[in-house]
């Protein structure tokens, strides 16, 4: 029993890095593809599509209820629930290697995101309060999706049972599609500025996962008694 437990965790592992290959180049490509379209100002086909279809959904309920996701992807909303991440990390796990990657990670992405868009100098589809800021790519889906899908991760990672990793697993997902889905409803960005935040932010992800697992397998492991 124990030689196909360990057979298959080896090839759960051997699965999840092609996935995460896999994804990893699928993202890259988009993201280069949609650069090279915002550089040469050309305009891309399914943004006004889109938007089209979104401006028909206008309620107050459902302006609401965005402005709620767009809150928690904010600068304000990602500091409160990054304190409350890394003293629940810090009193359950004291795991320093995740409070140092999700920490440092998110300054990192942040300002990233901040040079790609003053050197791309799209302008917002909106105008006024909340426009003073360029557009691509996005922030919120960009630094929302490293940030929280590291705790996502983290939360998967601490979870044994196998069902309560599921729930957590599409709470994750559709919470962070929700983020990016505000910033489309609510008019801050382009939906190709959503998906390019995306592309950019699960790219970031994976290079911090990455990162993690490469500092816990430097750690030497216990001896069973």
Sequence with gaps: MEAELGKRLVKEKQTSKWRRLILFILCGGFFIWSFQQIMNEHTIGFDE??????NG???DVLISFFHLFTMLGDKTGVIIIMLLSIMLIWWKQRDYAAMGI????????NELNKWLKDFTGRERPMTGPGAESLSFPSGHAMVGLFFYGLLLYFALAYTKQNGMRMMIAIFGVIFIALLGTS??????????DVFAGYAAGYICLILGVLLYEWIQSLRPKKKAM
């Design 102 to 109: 999700i920490v440092g990670g998110v300054i990192i992405v």
């Design 183 to 192: 910033r489309v409803f609510l008019n801050y960005h382009y939906p190709s």
């Design 57 to 59: 959904w206008e309620a």
């Design 49 to 54: 599509s889109i938007r089209s279809m979104v």
